[in-house]
């Protein structure tokens, strides 16, 4: 019994680790994406944090990106799961 229970535990483990890494290269991707219609540079990406909201895990992940070469910004990506519920950039300035 106490086999099964580690064999589970460590399937568990990999499925939420296979989870994750795929919502990060989601992430990416999409982001890319929207930077190259948006006419940014993309600059970095990376997970900030997790958040439950509405019975719901949220996982916010922050962005890096250029609009003119010079200046770098930073925006806000909501996932749920695979799903995209909001993306924030601040308002830019032309200098």
């Known amino acids: 019994m106490t086999e099964l229970l580690g ?9 939420g680790y296979w989870q994750v890494r795929r919502q990060s290269e ?6 890319e994406r929207y ?4 006419q940014f540079q993309l600059l970095s990406v990376y997970r900030y944090r997790y958040q ?6 949220l996982a916010q992940f922050r962005f ?3 609009h003119d070469g010079l200046q ?3 925006g806000k990506l909501w996932l ?16």
Request: with cysteine; glycine share 6%; proline share 2%.
């Open 7 to 15: 064999l589970l535990a460590l399937f568990l483990l990999g499925a």
């Open 26 to 31: 989601f992430a990416r991707d999409w982001l």
């Open 35 to 38: 930077c190259r219609q948006q």
């Open 52 to 57: 439950w909201k509405k019975g719901r895990l």
């Open 64 to 66: 890096e990106f250029s």
């Open 72 to 74: 770098h910004s930073e």
């Open 80 to 95: 749920h799961q695979l799903k995209v519920l909001e993306v924030s950039v601040p308002v830019l300035r032309e200098g």
